[in-house]
């Protein structure tokens, strides 16, 4: 299901070497301000461009379709289109009888029976995170005062970003990273006890972005290992204000008011430039294979956007839904 | 919501101090058998008892009310009723003006604007689970020849579990743990790309379950470390089998056939025996507390099969889905 | 799917024959007023006893076993339980090899592979009516100064509904009806235009009603026959006020502040005491069947309160999913 | 929300005057074949040009832009969209202060605190039709040998239809009519008791589309007024076959394997060429007007083509999820 959300919902669609990509946003209030020029500050961070990222460039500008009137949301479904224009398909079609190691391609294959759209990994392909970030902008003004930050906190095991990117270069090898998200100025009791916690559903979108491997909230792994009176957060005012952060603004799947932390892990690029053994379809056994086309390096660097955007539509939903408690 | 699944779906309900917890089992189909006996063996694997663990004693035996008719599952919903028998409600009265550090009794009330039964946690207990391991005994027997094993692989820091026990209730003080989780004879190509890739599905529905705090795939954060030549899985034949697995089994939010594995980091429990402060209401001051009631040191111990129940659930879900395609 | 609703959901469960049937009531707020006396002229408004209804008598008392405490709903799910006593399965055995012509028996028995509880209906029982009727009385209470009253307006064609239900009697075969329900004090603008529309709603929930085979708006069917002119009801005040009610308080799927109006027909009961021919499974040929058990003549008498049950889930939802928008 | 459907599902956009209106189809198995000559005669039957329709000409030709590859689908969403070509938003400036009769116009202004987009009856605009029309293109070609027909059987009250619509433009005044639907070589078994019987299904989609007040499945508000032992039909074989149809081809919300048969409500047109008065905004009082634009004197004309599609999506969605229980 391309769906995501209950109250703020959104639909994406598309594939890498189609003609367009694109959303749907239904369940926006009206008469929220819109403007292309909005866009273009996230859609900008999500570009390749810099050291370690593709040499694939895409103009991404937004065509807002359905949904806007006069510069003001209507109320009816948001919907918006950005072509697809720097495509070379030619790279990809070696590639059908080599699923490349790490991508979805062998699995895509299997499991659409061979219909898939391969070129460039189809609908599977990190573009349409393109159309998460387009939402994740109109999710942010409807979340005004509440603050989203995402950073790359570690690339390949270095907290030195540059220095982990110019040796990722010079091994012409992909590497990963970890993201780390905050979100300030939460409410109390957004979520709710079990399914539709707030981990629940952050960990539900944020697994929804291509090479995510793995997430935490507070002191997360390092949790396991800590005594319950260290752990535990002292409440110390009736805002719910704690002494220390261990839960990362989240008890029994509620916002407690503190700042909401969490960590994402992020695997290496699939797409290395290294050499590699795959199996192949046509002679059914394992070759080398070198995987052709523009990729990045390092992915992460163009994570920290995305992940903003995805919390940023879960929280906007915990928004509506709970003005409903109002 | 108190809901998950979207072919294959539960509905829990219920309060620790309540008469009575249960959930509805929709979707399931007809002509699978299904008796008491069928729960014992993951209903003990849940129960308190030994060190470790709280001194509440529950019986915990199952009343199909619904659903089921000469052994059989109808097609109709099934319910499934748990007595609340060994509560002590009075030891929650002293609470109400005194939250309790990494519980969700300050954000309960804040969100339901007093009204939630706050005696042992009310909704939010832990003893919900025993309805998650309920559900997951008939997701099981859906699965068929697809296995699902978890078990503790870490407490507090220490891979002797008994060892990491004793020191607690020496110290006493809670502690934590990590659960690995892992699934074989899974089919290729279940789960979809983006929302509801695998890792979305199952990060969902296991941070449903209290305590959980972190959770990766594979390699996990590890991957972040590594290089793509590294991470990357060679696949080896035509079944997809791979000469590694740091990928836990999915590729692009999707199965590819070899084992599926990931960890969940379990928190300490919150009721620690150890002194600590939190915020008086009615002093509007901190203080010092004690958490009275009965508790467990180590709630790790009893999630290994809370995990593999929502695991199941996850998986009977897609396998129903998964028919479709065919 | 045993489950209705966006914002405010209900479950139901349970057999014509089991030992209970009963509701979940997800996402209700917190704060409302509830015991067990709300309920009773609800629940007796459906109740048999009259001429012309079942002789079968059931308690039908309510045990509220989740979701309330201290007389007030916590915020978390309401399950509400009712005991079956008064069954007479052996009725049922001799109807296995013959399902009855109007009823369910024949498909259930397919759709199911003979799984299903074929007793009293099992879980296709009208029985289970009496779970929307509970519900409807908690949303009734949500919906305040919003008034909903459904009556039968005709029975068997004779708009003198005693007279209609003597005949019957005498004649000793079954009939049915035509249930009216308004729905006055509504606010302007709930519901959407297409899928959500107030229509589709309503109409999807009455569905739901067993016996339930035809619903209409305002003029309805007369409308078909009318013209534009004649037809449109003309604004006459800013607060949408209209001189005539033809569309029945609904423009576009959206309530336009009018009183809301629509019809239900109500086929005569399937179980009528008259001998009838059905295909025999065993000998594989038609043979006359009397339907034993115990039976209503009209059960049109007793819809009126489960139409109003129903659409005070469907607006008590629409309320709550309003509500985002202010 | 606009969307419909469970596994098969269905997502619109776009408003009358915007620049395209179009869809999502979501959850469509993969292979199967499609192209843009596919959509030609449904959507032909749906446009405008006969006597009684609107002189609004637009092209309607459906611009594939994902999930379809090699011409066949590939198992992504599938993204079709339509161009506003022929549009005349000036129509419309003057009545933004005098919403007209029958129209969502003073609804969605309330409801969108006046910032819809109100040209052409924007979102809510009957041309959003057409993207029905094409989802239910790919419905049927799913639905294989299953086959639905619907046509206008009445207009204004006359069962000859060229009479009917003569007439009306004789007497410029827009007239209704009523469309019947049939759906023969169902299978038996698909449908659900309660919520989701096929009732509620087909309800539910039917009165999506503009203009529709009511619906009835065989005999429908005629078996009100009936005797069981006459509207019972009698079970005659193996097969399920009944000797009469009065049930329309369905017992307790579930298909039996006999002919469905249903029929829709659909009022006159709202936007007669007749004078009219209504409430105006700015002089607070009511004063006659005359609704510009270009507009269908007889919108049933139409219907039948958009019955037949939201039929088919629900089927579809029914076989999808009846091939679970296999």
Request: charged share 20%; hydrophobic share 40%; glycine share 10%.
């Amino acid at each position: 299901m391309n769906s995501l959300g209950r109250i703020f919902r959104i639909h994406i669609f598309g594939e890498s070497h189609g003609p367009i990509v694109g959303l749907i946003l239904d369940g926006c209030p009206s008469g929220i301000s819109l403007s292309i020029a909005d866009f273009f500050i996230d859609i900008q961070r999500r570009k390749s461009g810099a050291a370690g990222t593709t040499s694939r460039l895409e103009e991404d500008m937004p065509d807002i379709i359905s949904g806007v009137f006069n510069d003001k949301t209507t109320g009816a479904p948001i919907t918006i289109l950005f072509k697809n224009t720097d495509k070379r398909s030619v790279d990809y079609e070696s590639l059908r009888n080599t699923p490349r190691p790490g991508h979805a391609d062998f699995v895509l294959d299997k499991k659409f029976k061979g219909f898939n759209d391969y070129r460039g990994g189809g609908h599977s392909s990190g573009r349409l995170t393109l159309c998460l970030v387009a939402a994740g902008v109109i999710a942010k003004k409807i979340l005004n005062n509440i603050f989203i930050k995402a950073e790359l906190i570690n690339a390949g095991g270095n907290e030195n970003i540059e220095a982990a990117i110019a040796k990722a270069i010079e091994q012409q090898d992909s590497i990963g990273g970890i993201v780390e998200c905050r979100v300030s100025n939460l409410p109390i009791g957004w979520g709710d006890p079990f399914f539709d916690s707030v981990e629940s559903m952050i960990a539900h979108a944020v697994f929804s972005i291509p090479a995510v491997k793995g997430i935490e909230f507070g002191s997360g792994f390092k949790a396991a290992d800590m005594k319950g009176s260290v752990h535990n957060d002292a409440i110390t005012n009736s805002l719910g204000h704690t002494a220390t952060n261990h839960s990362g603004g989240i008890n029994g799947g509620i916002t407690n008011g503190n700042e909401l932390v969490f960590r994402v892990a992020i695997k290496p690029t699939s797409s290395t430039p290294q050499m590699q053994n795959t199996w192949n379809k046509v002679s059914d056994a394992m070759e080398p294979m070198q995987v052709k086309g523009r990729h990045d390096l390092c992915i992460a660097l163009r994570v920290p956007v995305v992940v903003e955007a995805v919390t940023a539509l879960i929280f906007a939903d915990l928004m509506l839904l709970q003005s409903i408690d109002k």
